[in-house]
């Protein structure tokens, strides 16, 4: 089993940024991946951006990719996602993910709460 906490949501205003951060615990070793989805009100849960745990490799949807950034830190076994120049249409519940044994970027079988990200106009 996997745990996932994320924190560092908020209420910003447009232009703002934001470091979300998602810290995993329990059988960590075998973490394959680690992703940011996000869910606005009435809307599907999607994509946003995605990490290998131990390559490193990422993987962005083109929506963000100018503006939000993931990264890791295998020692504090704690994945971030850098939001850059806020919009209101960013606003979201931000879900963190971890697989073990899926290889797709898209693909989890653990998921955090979810941190709350409003921007204000």
């Known amino acids: 089993q996997v745990q996932l906490v994320e924190s560092g949501g908020g209420l910003v205003q447009a232009g703002d940024s934001l470091r979300l951060s998602c810290a995993a615990s329990?059988?960590?070793?075998?973490?394959?991946?680690m992703g940011w989805f996000r869910q606005a009100p009435g809307k599907e849960r999607e994509f946003v951006a995605a990490i290998r745990w131990r390559g490193g490799n990422t993987a962005t949807a083109d929506s963000v990719k100018d503006r939000f950034t993931i990264s890791r830190d295998n020692a504090k076994n704690t994945v971030y996602l850098q939001v850059n120049s806020l919009k209101p249409e960013d606003t979201a519940v931000y879900y963190c993910a971890a697989s073990r044994y899926i290889s797709s970027w898209f693909d989890y079988e653990y998921w955090g709460q979810g941190t709350q990200v409003t921007v204000s106009s």
């Open positions: 329990g059988r960590t070793f075998s973490i394959y991946n």
